[in-house]
């Protein structure tokens, strides 16, 4: 089987109990692993362990550690392994989808996973994520980064946090799951990214890049958008209502905004509801903010929208070359107009 390298980046799924909680402790969970019958079974692919210094809590994540992720990952493929990550949960769908975005053409598997109660403990969901994971990133057909949780398998720049304290903690609302970790593994060939024939390429995030996101609601003012996309923004997610409608009678608000696009802010309009997606010609709210220089996020999640933006805003030579690009499917985070004729499963494994 194709050895696996585990990145070890903090989280939950490291913490070792202290007399003020649960805390991380490097070492704890080389550990715990090393104690564990299942982690020796032969059918598990060869492994090894790297733990970041010092360990994380995951809303301490940043862009700079995407990066420095992506350049780790990028040297286990080149040692052809396939990846696991170890992350906490809150900001895992973040890096998930800045993962798909940074590593273009990946041929090994990169799973991202972690657990809602520590590995030691009796109860703990760790074992289970991370032997999935470990199975998965094992695989020859999955050449895409995937988020593991909870008995599911989810496209990472489409997985969302859905619950803070349970079990079934993430949801791709707006795109089936790649596969099903019952009695066995497995993986739907009609729903993975296709073999890239180019080899991997890593791309670099501007650390002056900046970006930001803003929830409509009710009564929200001119002035605070406005105050919102001065400069040194580049980029902003307005997460807008239902099909992606805002306030079409705001002259001001619509102004602002419009003022803002002008200047090269690129605007990007994504959806509040956890399922469906924007489309800015279907309501007369809507079409307002595309006068506006507002671009439709589509069905993409807030993360996957957030970070692409990142992505693009470094890569891209121009506001209006973003805007084109945000609009595109790069790597599975959104649902093309015309999406691609289907066909067949693979089954790789036994779980």
């Known amino acids: 089987m194709r050895p696996v390298r585990i990145l070890a980046t903090g989280g939950t799924i490291a913490m070792a109990p202290t007399p003020h909680g649960f ?3 490097p070492g704890y969970l080389e550990e715990l692993l090393a104690q564990d019958p299942r982690f020796q079974h032969p059918e598990l692919p060869p492994f090894t362990l790297h733990e970041y210094t010092p360990l994380m809590d995951s809303a301490t994540m940043r862009p700079e550690h995407w990066q420095t992720l992506a350049q780790d990952i990028a040297a286990a493929h080149e040692d052809g392994a396939g990846v696991v990550v170890l992350h906490g949960t809150d900001t895992m769908a973040y890096t998930a989808s800045a993962l798909a975005f940074l590593l273009e053409n990946l041929h090994h598997p990169v799973v991202l996973t972690g657990s809602q109660l520590p590995m030691g ?5 760790a074992p289970d994520n991370l032997l999935a994971a470990l199975l998965l990133a094992a695989q020859p057909h999955l050449p895409e980064v995937v988020l593991v ?3 599911r398998i989810l496209r990472g720049c489409r997985a969302t946090k859905v619950d803070a304290s349970g079990f079934m903690a993430f949801d791709s609302p707006n795109y089936p799951d790649l596969g099903t970790l019952g009695v066995r593994l497995t993986l739907f060939a009609d729903r993975l990214r296709p073999m890239p024939q180019a080899p991997l390429r890593v791309h670099s995030l501007n650390p002056h890049t900046q970006v930001g996101v ?10 605070f958008l406005a105050n919102v996309l001065r400069s040194p923004l580049q980029g902003l997610i307005l997460e807008t209502y239902g099909m992606g409608n805002g306030p079409s ?8 905004l419009e003022r803002a696009s002008r200047r090269g802010v690129v605007v990007v309009n994504c959806t509040q509801c956890l399922r469906g997606g924007v489309d800015q010609e279907g309501y007369a709210t809507g079409s307002a903010l595309a006068r506006a220089g507002v671009v439709s ?4 999640t807030v993360e996957a929208a957030l970070t692409k933006l990142l992505f693009l805003l470094s890569t891209e030579p121009n506001a209006d070359a973003v805007r084109a690009r945000m609009e595109e499917d790069l790597r599975g985070e959104r649902t093309p107009a015309h999406p691609s004729p289907t066909h067949g499963t ?3 494994a036994h779980l």
Do not use: K, N
């Open 23 to 25: 805390a991380p402790r």
């Open 121 to 125: 403990e009796l109860r703990s969901d």
């Open 149 to 151: 949780f909870g008995h």
């Open 214 to 223: 803003v929830r409509l609601f009710p009564g929200i003012s001119a002035a």
């Open 249 to 256: 009678d705001d002259t001001a608000l619509l102004g602002t």
């Open 297 to 300: 996020g589509g069905d993409m």
């Open 346 to 348: 693979v089954e790789p």
